[in-house]
C-alpha cells in the first residue's frame, strides 16, 4: 500500500489511515461500493457490491453491463465504500458531523479470467456470507461465461474514521444547548425461507445462522 | 425530470422507478451521498451528506476541500444514494443476489449564494434530523464564508429497487438447497448525551426523539 497525493487525505488529516490493518478490517465488514469512471466523457457512479481476498478487491457483473465493458478496459477507477455510524449533534450548527468509517481506493480494473475466475467470484461470496458457496449450486460453463469479475489491488487506498462526540467551539460550551451523539446501527433481521422451499429444507443452514447470530450479537 | 439515455436504467429495466414520488420517497429516507466528478482527468468519488429541498438536491463542505473547490466550478457530476436492504440467497450461485434501493442523479452543480445559502444549510439539517436547526446555535457571518453549498436539481434521475426473494432457475426449485432472504436493517441507538452538558441540559430534545422514535417504531 502506497500514500499517493491522491489517495491522501486532505481534509481532518489525523482522521486518516493508510495501515494494511485498518484498511482490512473496514473492507471486512462492509460489501456495497461504489464505483466511479469515466464513461463518454462524464462521470459515472455505480453501486456494486464486491469482496476482498488478500490484497485484491473483487468486482462481478454481467458481462453486457456498462460497468464491466468499461472497467475491462483497464481504466481509471475510483472506489468508495462509506457508511456513517452517528449523527453528531453539536451546540453550533456549523460543527454539527457525522461519525463515519471510509474506505477510498483508487487504481485500473483488471479482468479475471481463468481458473482464477471462479475463485474471485468464491471470494465475493464468501466475503458477503461464509460458506454459502458450499451451500448452493455453483455455476455452469455457461453463467461462468455470462459474468465478467475485475480484481483491484489495494495498492493506492486509505480510510478516513470519524468516532466520538461533538467538538465544539471554547465558547460555546456554556450556551443552553443540547449536544450528543445518535448512534446509527446495522443489523440483520430474521431470515426468511423461500415460500416455494420444501418443509423437510427449511431449517435455515449454517452459513445464514453464523452470519446473523455473529452480526447481531 | 427528464428520461434520458444515461439515467435509464438498463440492467432489468423493470427495476426502474422515474416518477418523483418514488425518487423523493428514496432519497428522504436515506442521507448518504457518493459524489462523482472528473479531477485532473482521473475520477473521483467522495461520500458526503445530502439534503433535497422540492426539486434540489444541496450538498455542503468547505471552502477549500477537493469536493467543492471542483463542483463549483459546475463540472458534470454524477451522485449515487444506495443502500443494501437484503440479501437474496438462491439455490444456484450465480442467482444469488441483493435487495436494495437506489437513486442516481447526474447534473451539474451551482454554487449557492447569499440569502439562499443559509435557506439550503437549514434544508440539509432539516433531512438528516427535522427541528435540530431550531435547537442549536445559528452559524456567523464567518462560519458562512468557510462553507460552501452546491445544489443540483432533480432532472436527470432515476432510481432502481430490487425487493423480495430469489428467482431461481426452474430446473433448481427440485434441488436440495435452501433458499431465502436475510434482511438487513439500519436504526438508531440509544442517543448518547455529550459528557461535558450540565444535569439541567440533559433531557433529550424533541428532534432527537422524533427521528429515533420514528425510525425504530
Redesign the interface.
Known amino acids: 500500500m502506497k500514500k499517493t497525493k ?1 489517495s491522501t487525505v ?2 481532518v488529516p489525523k482522521r486518516g489511515l493508510y495501515d494494511q490493518k485498518s484498511i482490512y478490517k473496514l473492507l471486512d465488514r462492509n ?2 461500493c ?5 464513461y463518454e466523457d ?6 456494486t ?1 464486491y469482496g476482498r481476498k488478500e490484497n485484491t478487491i473483487f468486482l462481478h ?2 458481462v ?3 460497468l464491466m465493458t468499461s472497467l475491462k478496459k483497464e481504466i ?5 465504500i ?3 455510524t452517528g ?1 453528531v ?6 460543527n ?1 458531523s ?1 461519525n ?1 468509517e ?1 474506505v ?1 481506493l ?1 487504481g485500473n480494473g483488471r479482468l479475471v479470467e481463468g481458473f482464477e475466475k471462479e475463485e474471485a ?1 468464491k471470494a465475493i ?1 464468501d466475503h ?2 461464509i460458506g ?2 458450499e ?6 460453463t455457461k ?1 461462468l461465461k ?2 465478467h469479475v475485475i480484481s483491484i489491488d489495494l495498492d493506492e487506498v486509505s480510510a478516513k474514521v470519524r468516532t466520538g ?2 467538538q465544539d467551539d471554547k465558547e ?2 456554556s ?23 420444501p418443509d423437510r ?5 449454517a452459513s ?1 445462522q453464523n ?2 447470530h455473529k452480526t447481531n450479537n
Open positions: 491522491r486532505k481534509r460489501h456495497l461504489h464505483v466511479g469512471f469515466i462524464f462521470p459515472v457512479v455505480i453501486p457490491l457483473g454481467a453486457v453491463s456498462r481509471p477507477l475510483c472506489i468508495s462509506a457508511k456513517t449523527i449533534l453539536a451546540r453550533s450548527a456549523f454539527h457525522l463515519y471510509s477510498i483508487y467470484l461470496s458477503l456470507i454459502r458457496w451451500e448452493c449450486r455453483p455455476p455452469t453463467e455470462a459474468t462526540g461533538p460555546d460550551y450556551s443552553e444547548y443540547w449536544a450528543g451523539v445518535i448512534p446509527i446501527k446495522e443489523g440483520f433481521g430474521v431470515p426468511q425461507p423461500d415460500q416455494q422451499l429444507l427449511k431449517k435455515i443452514p445464514v452470519l446473523t
